[in-house]
């Protein structure tokens, strides 16, 4: 499985912004995706999952309530609507997918199987 994360940027705080990831290879609905981010300095953390069908979301509590994580099977594409964006959200996103689950029992890295290569998202004035 290929992945491939865009949607990245500069955002002022508060502003929204939205991420997509689009998977080529096996098929896509065959994977529960998520979402990761590393911000500089530091270790690459668990933002967001959603299970296979779309189902189940399971959200970071640093990001519970800003953050939407969604997917669209038919074009192989998981979305991270990201509101009301702090500074401390500024990081690179990754998205990933995995076969393991289910979702609101899988947040280490090496739980996911496949990784795209990064979107920057900066937020500052």
């Known amino acids: 499985v290929q992945l491939q994360a865009s949607g990245g940027g500069l955002v002022q705080p508060g502003g929204s912004l939205r991420l997509s990831c689009t998977a080529s290879g096996r098929t896509f609905s065959y994977y529960n995706m998520g979402w990761f981010r590393q911000a500089p300095g530091k270790e690459r953390e668990f933002t967001a999952a959603?299970?296979?069908?779309?189902?189940?979301?399971f959200y970071a509590d640093s990001v519970k309530g800003r953050f939407t994580i969604s997917r669209d099977n038919a074009k192989n594409t998981v979305y991270l609507q990201m509101n009301s964006l702090k500074p401390e959200d500024t990081a690179v996103y990754y998205c990933?997918?995995?076969?393991?689950?289910?979702?609101?029992?899988?947040?280490?890295?090496?739980?996911?199987?496949?990784w795209g290569q990064g979107t920057q998202v900066t937020v500052s004035s």
């Open positions: 959603i299970s296979r069908s779309g189902g189940v979301t």
């Open positions: 990933a997918c995995t076969t393991r689950g289910p979702i609101t029992r899988i947040s280490y890295e090496y739980e996911f199987d496949y």
